[in-house]
């Protein structure tokens, strides 16, 4: 069974720039989180989908990201204009359904902005 | 909200000793504890979870134990082997999304 798929691995870009991450979560997985992860720290949450609606938004930046889940499978996350503390690794999970089931998460996305 | 606290930050020990790594948490409705290793380059894996109606879990050199009372668990490996090097995380959740520590940089010296 294929993971969790994120593209690109890594981006490396200039202040001011916009920068897009994709991800393609496990087939038939319902639920899709973004999370960031910053140098030394656990993952946090962004934004979590379940199916194509954004459940939880609380913590994402809504002045410069977005994201969206269009048919309810795959995911876009994207930053415009990137500032240089964007710089950290976006990380994307699936699970089966939502709550306590398990999440895998993708090997993420390592922004650099410069 | 849900805070989880994770010590120690590093840790060492030889080939074949135990490690052990401890995490509090605040919510005491939290009834799903996931522990994850991270290693460099890759993203976080899931290695054994605990719910709240269960105390331990044991999977061969894992283990996970569960103290609702005082709101803590621990994660225990035995006979730890240099392929065990990694970052650790706990996480705490209560029908919500993850709330992860800060994760355990283990070595293993062979």
């Known amino acids: 069974e294929a993971g969790v798929v994120q593209s690109p691995r890594y981006k490396i870009i200039e202040k001011k720039q916009p920068v897009a991450f994709w991800c393609n979560p496990i087939s038939g997985h319902n639920t899709l989180y973004w999370y960031l992860q910053n140098l030394g720290q656990g993952p946090e949450l962004l934004i979590r989908?379940?199916?194509?609606?954004?459940?939880?938004d609380s913590q994402l930046p809504k002045d410069r990201f977005s994201a969206e889940r269009l048919k309810g499978v795959d995911s876009t996350l994207k930053i415009q204009p990137a500032e240089l503390g964007d710089s950290a690794v976006y990380l994307c999970a699936s699970s089966l359904g939502r709550g306590a089931d398990t999440q895998y998460f993708g090997p993420g996305t390592r922004l650099t902005v410069l | 909200g849900e805070n989880v606290e994770q010590h120690p930050s590093t840790l060492s020990v030889q080939e074949g000793d135990s490690a052990v790594i401890k995490c509090t948490y605040s919510d005491s409705a939290s009834n799903y504890f996931p522990w994850y290793k991270q290693e460099l380059g890759k993203g976080p894996q899931l290695i054994i979870d605990?719910?709240?109606?269960?105390g331990e879990k044991k999977d061969q050199r894992i283990a996970v134990t569960l103290n609702k009372t005082a709101k803590h668990f621990s994660l225990h490996i035995t006979e730890t082997q240099p392929e065990d090097s990694a970052v650790y995380f706990c996480a705490a959740s209560r029908d919500t999304p993850l709330v992860f520590g800060k994760g355990t940089r283990l070595s293993v010296i062979a």
């Open positions: 989908y379940e199916n194509e609606e954004a459940v939880d």
């Open positions: 605990i719910r709240s109606n269960v």
